[in-house]
């Protein structure tokens, strides 16, 4: 079993060892900018690494939404982080599922979403495999319900594209957790990470607030039975820098195994 946890860009081997981490994940540019990823200077040591690597997508992302302002630029966005993922030995580039707005039919979200793919597939495909993971909130969004996500897999799962199951989203989305991984693998055949992450909000809140497990509103041992049934590789999002991820690492090291 896999395990670490999402940190900062700036040295994120040095933060795999500071954590006992065997998985980093972390931002190639500022989450909430329309940057593409420079090269980096530690891109031959991450790729020579024992350390997992993978690479969570801008925040900005939104290849679902009918805006073409966004929506364009979220597909060459969503292409460009991806080989730079692939430079770096990423193992998978995480992307929220995206959403369209209130008044608008979120069927044609689930087209923008294979037209993304089809996209990708005229340039060559993506360079690192991409993983969609459930998001919390949002009436209209891609991935938040699991009927939504069966409706996203009809429309993009002859692409293959890979799953990255969030426990505070499914609890804060309003999806049971204790049969969350049973009825994933239903619908995708697949989870490829597991974003093990507590909850600040009750159950449907819709609010997406990370909290270090056994601190929040999420019964720690269901997280480590979602952990057990996934086998998937870990890595935690959560709060308090080095000493409240290690924490996490070895909560759940300690319940799963190495």
Known sequence: MR????VDST???GAATARDAD????FLTDPQAWKDPSPRADAEALRASDVDVYIHAPYRINVATLNNRIRIPSRKLLMSHAKGAADVGAKGLIVHGGHVDKVEDIATGFDNWRKAFEYAAKEGGFATPVLIENTAGGDNACARRFDALARLWDAIGDFEPGFCLDTCHAHAGGEDLLTAVDR??????????????DSKD?????RDRHDNLGSGRIDPELVVAVVRAAGAPVVVETPGGVDGQAADITFLRDRVGR
């Open 202 to 206: 009750d159950f449907d809140s819709g």
């Open 184 to 197: 994933i693998k239903a619908i995708t055949g697949r989870i490829d990470l597991i974003h093990a992450n």
């Open 3 to 6: 395990i670490g946890a999402h």
């Open 11 to 13: 040295d994120p081997l």
């Open 23 to 26: 998985t980093v994940q972390f």
